[in-house]
């Protein structure tokens, strides 16, 4: 009997373990391009959605450094950020190859030229959108703010400052925007505007420049937002994480939007932590899901 009893232990602890590995394996990835995703990773030959499934799609743009984000959803689309002051010619090259005019919504993070100033510019080009969102407050008098108010004047398009736990929907993916709400003089990058994504059962977190406490601060104050399956390196991939908001948010796989060198330090965290990862620079990343798997491609490098 003591037997039986053994074998049946073993036999619900093997199980149970099957389905906490079913659980987790909730990433599927394109066959690899180049050394991306530095780890052995579940592999999927073709994308395993079919066409009329409802589905997200999140481009991180090749703009070599930078922040350029595509989010689509239901027909609907919204640009976050779009890089420094001549890489909008790798945006428009990319929104070509997709077929892509206008955006449901432009996303502003934050002011910094290399997240504001390549949107300026591909909305003075005339790449429309029905709303302009950002962080800050549309009579900003810091001159990069003041040049896209003006060409959102001068294109007709609507500006709205958004504020932290505020919601907007994309086709059917939740997007809601979290910050840390402490004013650090000088420090813009420690306010900027995060991005938490979620579409059925699956989410991604875009986390924008913020880094350090910002981050853990932000943890705090948004638990329920931090357990994610995908996250945009902070801040360009520059900084190391917290040892502790890299366990809060427990993400399967990292997008680094830089190169190998500019997103080092974080790339050695994630090597140590065996956490695949993919930089920007190496090809544009898409991750697409139905709500209930990722599929990760990465194109190759033009």
């Known amino acids: 009997m003591k037997r039986i009893l053994s074998f049946l232990l073993i036999f619900l602890l093997l199980a149970s373990m099957g389905l906490a590995e079913s659980r987790v394996a909730t990433v599927y990835h394109a066959p690899p391009v180049n050394k991306a995703p530095f780890f052995e990773v579940p592999i999927k030959e073709a994308s395993p959605f079919k066409a009329e499934e409802d589905t997200l799609r999140v481009d991180f743009i090749n703009i070599r450094v930078g922040d350029a984000i595509l989010i689509r959803s239901g027909g609907e689309s919204m640009l976050v950020d779009g890089g420094a002051k001549g890489r909008e010619g790798m945006v428009k090259t990319f929104l070509e190859q997709e077929g892509i005019t206008g955006f449901s919504y432009y996303m502003n993070t934050h ?40 060409a959102t004047e001068q294109m007709g398009v609507p500006y709205r400052q958004v504020f932290a736990g505020e919601t907007v929907l994309l086709g059917n993916a939740v997007i809601t925007f979290l910050q840390d709400p402490r004013q650090i003089p000088g420090n813009i990058n420690a306010t900027s505007m995060m991005l938490h994504i979620r579409f059925g059962g699956r989410t991604i977190l875009l986390p924008a420049d913020v880094t350090g406490s ?20 902070p801040h360009h991939g520059i900084n190391r994480l917290r040892h502790e908001f890299l366990l809060a948010t427990s993400p399967e796989v990292f997008v680094i939007t830089s190169n190998t060198k500019g997103g080092n330090n974080l790339a050695t965290q994630l090597k140590n932590n065996k956490i695949p990862h993919y930089f920007i620079s190496m090809g544009t990343v898409s991750a697409i899901t139905n709500g209930e798997i990722w599929y990760i491609s990465q194109q190759k490098e033009q």
């Open 111 to 150: 002011y910094h030229d290399d997240h504001i100033e390549g949107a300026t510019r591909l909305l003075k080009e005339g790449y429309l959108a029905s709303e302009f969102l950002g962080r800050h407050a549309s009579d900003s008098r810091n001159k990069e703010m003041m040049a896209l108010i003006a």
């Open 214 to 233: 910002s981050l853990t601060e932000v943890a705090t104050r948004y638990p329920d937002y931090m357990d994610v399956d995908i996250m945009k390196s």
